[in-house]
């Protein structure tokens, strides 16, 4: 094969997954919306949701898990075989059974149904095969069916397997919004890495202070300026009024805009070169506001600012990195 064949048939493996998942979201309908609001009951009854499948829908069900615990759906996963020696512990009254089978008819799960009635749960089941002994013996259907696999001898599990994985993430997504699950939420079960500290970490956290914040008067000069950045090692200073509040701030960027051979511009005054009303962040804001900020208004510098619109500190995008926020 060339290398354009390569290309070619990479492309239509994705158009063969694209079919089916445009197959199955034109034929998701009102079961989906009855397994919603039984999950949501269970939940709401302290019940989990456990997941289970064998061979490539295991590791979908693993996934389709771990994704449901980390929006705030408590949830397990629960391996058949080792179900039957053992960890069939797991279910509990309250609990829903989300069975991942393509077929329908893996040995492992039809074994596990009869066990699973005298509980009881509520069983859920995402299948392609909806006359299948799982699909019969479920109290709601996810039809998933495709017209055929990407495996040129429609035998391994391709397309079956993306489209049962987006339904999943399409059914923790909706638990999540029907929820109210949030972004404060959200940092609590991701407490590592920068996705946590971001929406955990607030401006007061990382903010610049004390002698690390530079500061000028609006009458200042901007050699005045210039000073009081070089010994905050800060690029940029806020400049305000008599009051403390925040009136502009004037940045490297600003002092390159304006420079000139003039024999007094360093004895111009701060305010005709600064950049007037700044963007500015409150103390109590999350980094991962922060981070818009700066995407939003494309800036290096931010000021943070009390209620009354006093100086309170600075955010340099340079610490951003060192404090593992970006």
Same mark, same amino acid.
């Given at each position: 094969m060339t290398i354009m064949n390569y290309l070619n048939r990479a492309h239509e493996v994705l158009d063969i997954e694209i079919e089916g998942l445009q197959r199955v979201r034109q034929n998701l309908g009102d079961t989906f919306? +009855?397994?919603?609001?039984?999950? &949501?009951s269970s939940l709401d009854n302290r019940g989990k949701i456990v997941v289970t499948g064998i061979g490539k829908s295991l590791h979908i069900a693993e996934k389709l898990s771990a994704t449901l615990a980390s929006t705030g759906s408590t949830s397990v996963v629960?391996?058949?075989? *080792? %179900?039957?020696?053992?960890d069939f512990g797991i279910l509990c009254e309250n609990d829903v059974l989300i069975a991942l089978s393509y077929s329908g008819e893996s040995d492992e799960l039809v074994a596990l149904i009869p066990i699973v009635k005298r509980v009881p749960v509520s069983i859920v089941s995402i299948t392609g095969c909806l006359d299948s002994t799982l699909a019969q013996h479920s109290d709601v259907v996810i039809p998933v069916t495709v017209d055929r696999e990407a495996c040129p001898f429609n035998m391994a599990p391709t397309s079956s397997t993306t489209v049962t994985l987006a339904v999943g993430d399409a059914l923790a997504m909706v638990l999540l919004e029907a929820r109210g699950f949030n972004k404060e939420d959200y940092a609590k079960l991701h407490p590592g890495g920068a996705i946590g500290r971001a929406l955990l970490v607030r401006a007061s956290d990382i903010m610049r202070t004390g002698d690390s914040l530079a500061q !000028?008067? /609006?009458?200042? $000069?901007?050699q005045d300026a210039l000073v009081a950045m070089t010994k %905050? +090692?800060?690029?940029?200073? %806020? !400049?305000?009024?008599? /009051?403390? *509040? $925040? !009136?502009?701030? =004037?940045t490297d960027g600003d002092l390159r805009r304006h420079i000139s051979d003039e024999p007094h =511009? &360093?004895? +111009?005054? $701060? +305010?005709? !070169?600064m950049t007037h009303s700044p963007i500015t962040v409150t103390a109590n804001q999350l980094a991962v506001a922060v981070l818009q900020v700066y995407e939003d208004h494309r800036i290096d510098d931010v000021l943070v600012v009390d209620e009354a619109g006093r100086l309170a500190g600075a955010i340099d995008i340079q610490d951003l990195p060192r404090l593992k926020i970006m």
């Open positions: 919306t +009855r397994a919603c609001d039984l999950i &949501l629960l391996n058949p075989s *080792q %179900a039957m020696h053992g !000028v008067h /609006e009458d200042a $000069v901007i %905050a +090692r800060s690029g940029s200073t %806020a !400049v305000l009024d008599s /009051e403390g *509040q $925040v !009136v502009g701030i =004037f =511009f &360093l004895a +111009r005054p $701060v +305010r005709e !070169v």
